[in-house]
């Protein structure tokens, strides 16, 4: 594990896109376990995109490019592909318009942060320069360094960490907000039970989650993966309690009114007599 601190700022972005997702699941998912929950990780073997069921292409820069995934571990290498070939499409180069909206109506206060999967870094940036602790994690050895570059040039403090999510989950200790813009809805299908063992681990009763998902029901091509309402309440209800759920528009360049999504504001309950 590599872990950078500093302070810094800077920017830019632009592309193309088509999201992974609908990736088979294989073996047993780990079972949440509130005590010691499992952190090894499964040695799956590589697969490539000729079995269309296992991924789908990625537009990088309008060109449909083959990539290789991991069905079980989604390493380094499957997203690094994306930031060495381009900008991937979720890469506006600015800060998710539902965090700013939840931060500037209070609803969101400066406290301990983890993003995870930052990429190159807008919204952790953000997050530090409203006075957040920010800690940004993500396993893209370039997108990290873009993240390290713009926060330099903006002048943000904050921790930014390379390394396999899950395994940074297993001794990052607690936060009082966790923040994703799309890694849940890319890892559900695969690796929900693991997330949920993440979360579990770097929150505590009373700490807020924020995720914001490709919804289902979106006919455009080449959106985000999609996941259905239900389908939130019934997976990350397992762990949270639900504060807001809501529609939104992801940004894109491909769409004037970006693809719809869902913004997920969640809190972990608090238990009698913790606080």
């Not at 009082?176 to 890892?187: C, I, K, P, R, T």
């Not at 979360?199 to 995720?211: A, E, H, I, K, N």
């Not at 919804?215 to 939130?232: D, L, R, Y």
Request: net charge neutral.
């Amino acid at each position: 594990m590599r872990t950078v601190e500093f302070s810094g700022r800077r920017s830019r972005l632009n592309v193309a896109w088509r999201w992974l997702s609908h990736l088979p699941a294989r073996g047993s998912p780990t079972e949440l376990a509130a005590a010691a929950p499992p952190t090894t990780r499964s040695a799956a073997p590589r697969t490539t995109c000729q079995d269309a069921r296992e991924c789908r292409d990625y537009i990088i820069q309008g060109i449909c490019m083959k990539a290789t995934v991991e069905s079980q571990t989604f390493q380094s290498t499957d997203w690094d592909a994306l930031y060495r070939n381009g900008t991937p499409p979720w890469e506006t180069g600015r800060p998710a318009a539902e965090l700013v909206r939840l931060i500037d109506e209070g609803v969101i206060k400066p406290t301990t942060t983890l993003e995870l999967g930052c990429g190159t870094g807008a919204n952790a940036v953000l997050l530090a320069q409203r006075g957040f602790e920010v800690t940004a994690v993500d396993s893209s050895p370039t997108a990290i360094e873009r993240a390290r570059t713009r926060a330099e040039n903006a002048g943000a403090l904050l921790r930014i960490v390379l390394d396999d999510v899950f395994e940074f989950a297993a001794t990052a200790g607690t936060f009082e907000f966790v923040f994703d813009a799309g890694f849940y809805h890319s890892v559900r299908r695969t690796q929900l039970d693991r997330l949920l063992d993440l979360l579990w681990r770097v929150t505590r009763p009373g700490s807020l989650y924020l995720t914001l998902a490709g919804a289902a029901g979106e006919t455009a091509e080449g959106g985000p993966p999609q996941v259905s309402e239900e389908e939130i309440h019934r997976e990350l209800g397992r762990v949270f309690e639900f504060v807001d759920v809501r529609p939104f528009r992801f940004e894109s360049p491909f769409r004037k009114e970006g693809y719809l999504g869902w913004s997920c504001l969640m809190r972990r309950p608090v238990l009698v007599g913790t606080r």
